[in-house]
């Protein structure tokens, strides 16, 4: 079993308030939920309007497809348009 595990520490410009922040959260999250079947839930920086990090976690039982859902993952939150990628990290284990 391979376990692929990926941090993504947004910036959320547009946000003016934690309602906005969580709207345009919200969507990203369930869309990498519903398209690639994938764990992801925010787990840092919640009372922040503007900055969020997000926590991915894929399982499969070879690396290589692990490192391409990550990719994936990581290609589909930046062309989301609504956050922008500040920095990500990928752990496999």
Same mark, same amino acid.
């Given at each position: 079993?391979?376990?692929? =595990?990926?941090? !993504? /520490?947004?910036?959320?410009?547009?946000?003016?308030? =934690?309602?906005?922040?969580?709207?345009?959260?919200?969507?990203?999250?369930?869309?990498?939920?519903?398209?690639? *079947?994938?764990?992801?839930? /925010?787990?840092?920086?919640?009372?922040?309007?503007?900055?969020?990090?997000?926590?991915?976690?894929?399982?499969? *039982?070879?690396?290589?497809?692990?490192?391409?859902? =990550?990719?994936? !993952?990581?290609?589909?939150? /930046?062309? *989301?348009?609504?956050?922008? =990628?500040?920095?990500?990290?990928? /752990?496999?284990?």
């Amino acid at each position: 079993m391979i376990v692929g =595990l990926m941090t !993504i /520490e947004l910036h959320i410009g547009g946000a003016t308030t =934690l309602k906005e922040k969580r709207r345009v959260l919200k969507s990203i999250i369930d869309r990498v939920r519903s398209k690639y *079947n994938a764990s992801i839930a /925010e787990v840092d920086y919640q009372d922040l309007w503007q900055r969020a990090t997000l926590g991915v976690a894929v399982v499969s *039982n070879e690396t290589s497809h692990v490192s391409q859902m =990550l990719d994936t !993952i990581i290609r589909s939150i /930046e062309a *989301n348009g609504g956050a922008d =990628l500040v920095h990500y990290n990928i /752990e496999i284990l």
